[in-house]
């Protein structure tokens, strides 16, 4: 007997506003934007997207008004977008109000606040749509544009110490080899590894990198005399009321820590139950 697999969620919350979106994956391929009010536990369902949407390399501006996001749809019909890209929108909407046509790499970006937008990529001039309106859109340097660097930026500015970064390092060997001394370089590779400390200071939020999946991670609360894992979560982090809040097996949930580390969940929603069709897009968030 057969049985249908969770969809996936991965959320990001506004610095400066009670706002958060939710990506959701699945079925195979299709992505659905969530918008989320979480003063009051209000989710929007939003527009669906038959392709990739990259979470790692997407970000909510601080208001809640923007949405950056890097996709790909792999088998594209207009030979002049390409197969992957960059754009800004109005959540819970994919319509781009603007546009960087990537070619094979997603670049995707980071809002560095309301008004400046950083990309990882050459140029700052829009491929479709109009331009970014009062948006002041610079390029990142080399270095951020590597080894995952708009997600670790993101990770920092949203209040994660970065413990271990994703990166290869490179070390070099010695040793006899038969009878002959020789120096050979070996990869190792570091799994990115974040922590945060929550609002009471009652404990630490953290998670590790999964083997080499870029967003696959194990989650963990961090006592000062235990470690409690947090089985299941695909991400977590704490809302603008100071809420532990995540996702599992197609929920989000609030978690509720006791001082002794018991934990109790409370389901604010459900979307395991969602299905892909056409959601049209105002003409408010076509525009600037």
């Keep these: 007997m057969s049985t249908v ?7 990001l919350l506004a610095s400066e506003a009670n706002v958060g979106i939710i990506i959701r994956r699945g079925p195979s391929r299709w992505v659905q934007l969530i918008q989320w009010n979480t003063s009051n536990d209000n989710f929007e369902q939003g527009q669906w997207f038959h392709g990739r949407v990259f979470e790692d390399l997407s ?10 996001y890097a996709a790909s749809n792999y088998h594209p019909r207009n030979a002049s977008v390409g197969y992957t890209w960059t754009a800004i929108s109005r959540p819970p909407y994919f319509t781009a109000i603007a546009f960087w046509a990537s ?8 809002f560095l606040n309301n008004s400046t937008v950083a990309l990882g990529q050459y140029t700052t001039e829009p491929r479709l749509g109009q331009k970014p309106g009062k948006l002041r859109i610079i390029t990142l340097e080399k270095w951020a544009r590597i080894h995952g660097g708009i997600f670790l930026e993101r990770l920092m500015q949203d209040g994660w110490a970065i413990e271990s970064p994703n990166v290869d390092e ?14 050979s370089r070996v990869v190792v590779r570091q799994r990115l590894a974040c922590s945060k400390v929550s609002p009471d200071q009652k404990y630490t939020l953290a998670f590790q990198q ?6 696959v991670f194990s ?8 470690t409690v894992p947090l089985e299941s979560v695909e991400w977590a982090d704490f809302d603008q009321q100071g809420r532990l809040v995540i996702s599992k097996k197609g929920k989000i949930l609030s978690l509720e820590v006791g001082d002794s580390g018991q934990l109790t969940e409370h389901e604010l929603a459900d979307f395991n139950a969602s299905k892909p069709e056409p959601v049209l897009t105002p003409n408010w968030a076509k525009q600037w």
């Excluded at 970000?59 to 950056?68: A, Q, V």
């Excluded at 999964?210 to 967003?215: A, E, F, N, Q, Y």
């Design 5 to 11: 697999s969770p969809c996936r969620l991965h959320f």
């Design 59 to 68: 970000h909510l501006s601080p208001n809640g008004n923007l949405f950056l």
């Design 103 to 110: 070619g094979w790499w997603c670049d995707g970006g980071i």
């Design 170 to 183: 490179y070390r070099r060997t010695t040793g006899y080899k038969g009878y002959s001394w020789q120096e």
């Design 210 to 215: 999964v083997d080499k999946s870029p967003l």
């Design 219 to 226: 989650f963990s609360l961090r006592f000062s005399d235990q």
